[in-house]
């Protein structure tokens, strides 16, 4: 049975014969969600654009994999015996390869892993055996690979490219209904089938002339009618869930509303968001996209608030630097930042000074932008977002709901409570509660967690409490931005479809 840490510690104190140096810390530091509010968006997310992610937003990967599979199941056989290793490691080599070719010919490209396949690429060729490719391939299967969970690897299965094996849960089988795009893209393979990269079990080798060569054949732009077609059924169309083809739906008309032809450009997302959370009079989202437009604006109102919180921690930790101050002295420097009279009712003097219509946009914008440095104006942005929030709190409990992430609705009853309360009052709370408390409890039980485990050495905690107040740790710093929201993989999947 592993031994606790504190245990450790005691025997060695009572062991010591006297002091002595110590080796520096090897914990890293963590800023990724400080105050634990991260899943409810992801929630909510599901509840607009189901199945997709912020990675996975071209079809030609989901392609490979499901290609790589059917093959990797042909060639087994075709060999006979059994062994799923071999399958899973020529699906593995497959993705990779891919991945070096793409590269190889655009080092910008829009793949994940770009820097890790940097070592593979340095090279006149790459043996796909050995220590150091399975090591490799450890690594990254988990992080940069395509089918990684982080990346294709769920919505390979959740657009329904393949599906699961009845005789092993762990393989996968392409779905019939997308052998036409399977065909297709092997077609563009040509000659290239007979490498022994893609027709072999076992040890290969592929040189960097090879995988520059077929870079142009496979690479992103060259999607073939067949698997566009299967992507539109997927995204929009008879395969998709009802809540993914609304979602998708209610950004295309947004999209082309806009009017900016290019889906995917920072330009066409910006603007679709805009419309689709009901920002822009001119766009009435189709009768079929009311209900996803509703959800939509949640979500929106949702990821306001999270960088509202996020961001009014950030502010916390810088006010500390100077040394530690009590929750009155910092809910005092706040309202001055603010330009809010501590003394005046917070619902007159903050809550009632932003109508509840105003542009949710613009004032994620505001604090995206004060964030950086010297973060001049933060503390007021802080304040107008949080009143925009309040505004547009949902009245009836959903099922993301989870008390202990803060649920938008429980914030805006309480800062509704203390509306008739000096502003002081709301500030001291939201420091308080909204943002130190959160930031706590959720990093005390991560740290706590990773501890038992003997996992991750990862200080998440930022702030502590002296004698003299809330005292900031050793190089705390934050840096919140806005949690990205699927819809440029929405419309780059749109597009790259024919469905914009």
């Known amino acids: 049975m592993a031994r606790e840490p504190v245990a450790e510690l005691i025997e060695a104190a009572r062991n010591a014969a006297g002091p002595r140096t110590v080796r520096p810390s090897d914990v890293d530091g963590s800023s990724i969600d400080p105050c634990g509010l991260r899943q409810a968006n992801f929630d909510m997310m599901d509840e607009v654009l189901d199945g997709l992610n912020n990675v996975a937003r071209h079809i030609r990967p989901f392609t490979v994999l499901a290609w790589a599979w059917r093959q990797a199941l042909r060639l087994a056989e075709r060999e006979g015996g059994d062994g799923f290793a071999r399958i899973e490691r020529f699906v593995a080599r497959c993705e990779t390869v891919f991945a070096m070719s793409v590269f190889a010919g655009d080092r910008s490209a829009d793949l994940p892993g770009g820097q890790a396949l940097s070592q593979l690429l340095a090279g006149p060729s790459y043996r796909f055996s050995g220590t150091h490719w399975?090591?490799?391939?450890?690594?990254?299967?988990?992080?940069?690979?395509?089918?990684?969970?982080?990346?294709?690897?769920?919505?390979?299965?959740?657009?329904?490219?393949?599906?699961?094996?009845?005789?092993?849960?762990?393989?996968?089988?392409?779905?019939?209904?997308?052998?036409?795009?399977?065909?297709?893209?092997?077609?563009?393979?040509?000659?290239?089938?007979?490498?022994?990269?893609?027709?072999s079990f076992g040890d290969v080798e592929v040189t960097l002339e090879e995988a520059a060569a077929w870079a142009p054949a496979w690479s992103l732009s060259t999607l073939t009618e067949a698997e566009k077609a299967f992507m539109r059924r997927t995204l929009a169309g008879d395969l998709a869930t009802p809540t993914r083809a609304a979602g998708v739906g209610l950004l295309v008309a947004a999209a082309r509303h806009a009017g900016v032809p290019d889906f995917g450009s920072p330009e066409a997302v910006a603007a679709a968001r805009k419309a689709a959370a009901g920002e822009v009079a001119a766009f009435a989202p189709p009768a079929e996209f009311q209900s996803a437009a509703a959800a939509f604006r949640r979500l929106q109102v949702r990821q306001l608030f999270r960088l509202c919180v996020e961001a009014l921690l950030a502010w916390t930790v810088d006010s500390l630097q100077d040394g530690p101050l009590r929750s009155d002295q910092l809910a005092a420097a706040f309202l001055r930042d603010a330009g809010i009279h501590p003394d005046a009712p917070a619902g007159d003097a903050w809550l009632g000074t932003v109508e509840a219509s105003s542009p949710l946009?613009?004032?994620?914008?505001?604090?995206?932008?004060?964030?950086?440095?010297?973060?001049?104006?933060?503390?007021?942005?802080?304040?107008r977002g949080l009143a925009l929030c309040v505004g547009n709190a949902p009245v009836d409990a959903a099922a993301c709901d989870r008390e202990d992430r803060l649920p938008l609705r429980r914030a805006a009853a309480q800062a509704r409570a203390r509306a008739h309360l000096p502003a002081r009052e709301l500030a001291r709370h939201a420091i308080e509660s909204w943002a130190l408390g959160q930031h706590v409890y959720w990093a005390v039980g991560r740290g706590l967690q990773d501890a038992r485990g003997r996992g991750k050495r990862i200080l998440r905690l930022k702030v502590v409490m002296e004698e003299g107040g809330w005292q900031a740790l050793p190089m705390a710093r934050l840096s919140p931005e806005p949690t990205p929201d699927r819809v440029r993989t929405a419309l780059t999947l749109a597009a790259e479809s024919g469905l914009g």
Do not use: C, M
């Open 134 to 199: 399975e090591n490799f391939w450890k690594v990254r299967r988990l992080s940069t690979a395509l089918a990684a969970p982080v990346n294709y690897g769920p919505g390979l299965r959740t657009f329904g490219w393949v599906l699961r094996n009845a005789a092993n849960a762990s393989a996968l089988v392409p779905n019939p209904q997308a052998e036409d795009a399977l065909d297709a893209f092997e077609a563009l393979l040509g000659d290239r089938l007979d490498h022994p990269a893609f027709s």
């Open 361 to 383: 946009s613009a004032a994620s914008g505001e604090i995206e932008a004060a964030l950086k440095p010297p973060r001049n104006g933060l503390a007021e942005a802080i304040a």
